[in-house]
């Protein structure tokens, strides 16, 4: 079964640094590309990015770019979300989510769990 | 960056109802747009792939259709399950980007 499991809920204070994770399994880890997407309270759905593990390679889209980080370690199938410094804008929900094919941007499924990030002082 | 406009941003229907949910892409995509369904708590489902390809263990009354900018998800005899937020999403850019979602109530 394919599954995208990601890391536990976050609790943060302004300007502190937060790494979150997202571990593919049953599948070829490095030859699909991952998204990561954030849903702020109540609102939509965002695009904030996408990795392929294997060439590597990374896209941001222009509303994130800059503020945050994605990176992928295929020696244990596991990509990663961070921030050098959180803002309380930040607070969401965060997913991942696998492309549908090897080796190319398409539609995404499975999605991770979720990962609840709260940023507060 | 390209622009999804979903229409309508929320809509309250009965049961068996037909359901339309409308997406415009501010330039043309193709078929490269997808549907997900997401249920308050849980992460989004995919619904339907390129426009009009239906996913495996999906029911069948979801369906889609369209290409280039504008694309349709219908949903027939809807039943109470269906109670989500519906997404459009593009992929034909190497930024994909989502529409702002359709929220369905069930009277």
């Known amino acids: 079964e394919v599954q995208l499991v990601q890391s536990g809920a976050e609790v943060k204070k302004p300007g502190e640094s937060l790494k979150i994770s997202c571990k593919g399994s049953?599948?070829?880890?490095?030859?699909?590309?991952i998204g990561w997407v954030r849903q702020m309270p109540g609102k939509g759905l965002e695009w904030m990015g996408i990795?392929?593990?294997?060439?590597?390679?990374?896209r941001y889209s222009p509303s994130f770019q800059g503020h945050i980080t994605i990176s992928a370690d295929r020696s244990i199938d596991t990509a990663y979300l961070q921030w050098s410094s959180l803002k309380t804008s930040d607070t969401a929900m965060y997913y991942c989510a696998r492309s549908g094919i090897p080796n190319a941007i398409v539609e995404v499924d499975p999605w991770g769990q979720g990962t609840l990030v709260t940023v507060s002082s | 960056e390209i622009v999804l406009t979903q229409s309508p941003d929320f809509q309250s229907v009965t049961p068996k109802e037909k359901v339309t949910i409308t997406c415009r892409a501010s330039?043309?995509?193709?078929?490269?747009l997808h549907w997900y369904q997401q249920k308050p708590d849980q992460s989004p489902k995919l619904l339907i792939k390129?426009?009009?390809q239906s996913i495996s263990g999906v029911p069948s009354r979801f369906s889609g259709s369209g290409s280039g900018t504008d694309f349709t998800l219908t949903i027939n005899s809807l039943e109470a399950e269906d109670a989500a937020a519906y997404y459009c999403h593009q992929s034909s850019s190497l930024t994909g980007t989502f529409g702002q979602g359709t929220k369905l109530e069930i009277k």
């Open positions: 049953g599948y070829s880890f490095s030859n699909y590309w």
């Open positions: 390129y426009a009009s």
């Open positions: 330039q043309s995509i193709g078929s490269s």
């Open positions: 990795i392929h593990p294997g060439y590597p390679e990374t």
